[in-house]
């Protein structure tokens, strides 16, 4: 018992000191599920997605707004990784990363200036576009010594009946920004962050499944979100909108359970 209160204790403080590696000031985050009902294909959801960020980028108050599979922070499918130049030797298994699937300015709503090469554009994704960015993580696992910018990947998925995706050439080199949270494994807080592939939206088969839109704004994040679903509702007035609430209130329900667990062994 003693052992495993040092653990939790140990957690807390390791959780809490913990740099994501992202500005979450004035970020508001809220879940957009498209129904497949109603959008049916990729390029559907694309074009919703699409629209929901033109209309953001009309409202005053909102400095920067953008899509993702998942936020910082906020975990991320795990997907093999296959390199152009490199073998698959039979009975290896296959390294992994963690993917996420991103619209243009996420770096910019996150406030992550790119480290190396480019951002993905509206473009990428497109045939001849493949594209994708890599954080440094997986950059120094995979090409020690060299420069990654115009290396090929290609991501497949753990389960061989579904999707694949093509092979992208590496655009940009992003800084680490934290995909795992405290849960994700025994090792969990105090190892590496986790190596991370971006994909552009229009690049993935699966991609508006399941969204989170990044909204940035000028002053308090709260004051914007009438104005949000207010244009989500103009562009379709039956699709719900979830989780409603700002990347620092995300965090602190995070840790809620290492924080109850402190004040617990504090009395």
């Given at each position: ?215 940035r704004t000028h002053g308090d994040p ?25 990347v620092d209130e995300f965090l602190a ?15």
């Amino acid at each position: 018992m003693l052992a495993g209160a040092g653990f939790m204790i140990r957690s807390f403080l390791m959780f809490y000191r913990m740099d994501i590696g992202a500005d979450t000031s004035h970020l508001l985050m809220m879940e957009l599920p498209l129904p497949p009902g109603k959008y049916p294909t990729v390029e559907a959801r694309n074009r919703f997605l699409e629209q929901v960020n033109e209309r953001l980028g009309g409202i005053s108050s909102i400095e920067s707004a953008t899509t993702a599979s998942s936020v910082p922070f906020g975990g991320g499918p795990t997907r093999y990784i296959h390199l152009n130049d490199r073998p698959e030797p039979a009975g290896v298994p296959l390294p992994t990363v963690t993917m996420v699937t991103v619209g243009p300015r996420y770096w910019e709503t996150i406030r992550v200036p790119i480290a190396r090469g480019r951002a993905l554009t509206e473009a990428d994704g497109l045939p001849g576009h493949e594209a994708v960015v890599v954080n440094q993580r997986l950059a120094s696992m995979h090409f020690p010594g060299q420069d990654p910018i115009g290396k090929t990947i290609r991501l497949t998925e753990l389960a061989p009946s579904n999707p694949e995706t093509g092979w992208a050439t590496i655009v940009g080199i992003s800084p680490n920004v934290r995909q795992r949270g405290p849960f994700g494994d025994a090792a969990g807080l105090d190892r590496q962050p986790d190596p991370v592939a971006y994909l552009p939206v229009r690049g993935n088969p699966n991609s508006g499944r399941g969204t989170s839109l990044l909204i940035r704004t000028h002053g308090d994040p709260g004051k914007a979100t009438a104005l949000v679903r207010q244009e989500i509702r103009l562009l379709d007035p039956d699709l719900p909108v979830f989780g409603v609430r700002t990347v620092d209130e995300f965090l602190a329900n995070l840790r809620w359970p290492f924080r109850v667990f402190g004040m617990t062994f504090a009395e």
